[in-house]
């Protein structure tokens, strides 16, 4: 049985910085695709970055040049914003055809943690 599990949550002001880690426990395949979503109060869950099994990155544009995933499953989080508060998920699936083009919908993965709260104030 496959676990991801988050860390390094917390609350910041704008502009600071946070890294979220994702420990992943069973077994959970080399090649397998990595991402990290968020849920915002009132809104729904959307897709942050993604990371192949050939180390390709991919991001959604509100975090292009602030956010970096990395091949440890951590997602780096500079000059955050309030905007960027949100519940932030690791997630775990399959690196099938069409990944790359579509790795923020959610059909791709098997296995999720249960979140880290992120809060940005101004």
């Known amino acids: 049985q496959v676990q991801l599990v988050e860390s390094g949550g917390g609350s910041v002001q704008s502009g600071g910085s946070l890294r979220l880690s994702c420990v992943a426990s069973?077994?959970?395949?080399?090649?397998?695709?990595m991402a990290w979503f968020r849920r915002a109060p009132g809104k729904e869950r959307e897709g942050v970055a993604a990371?192949?099994s050939d180390g390709s990155t991919s991001y959604v544009d509100s975090v292009k040049g602030r956010f970096t995933i990395s091949e440890d499953n951590s997602l780096q989080m500079n000059s955050l914003k309030p905007d960027d508060t949100a519940v932030y998920y690791c997630?775990?699936?399959?690196?099938?055809?069409?990944?790359?083009?579509?790795?923020?919908?959610?059909?791709?993965?098997?296995?999720w943690g249960h979140g880290t709260q992120v809060t940005v104030s101004s």
């Open positions: 069973g077994n959970i395949r080399r090649s397998s695709c």
């Open positions: 990371i192949d």
């Open positions: 997630a775990a699936g399959r690196c099938e055809a069409g990944y790359s083009r579509d790795w923020w919908k959610e059909y791709f993965y098997d296995y």
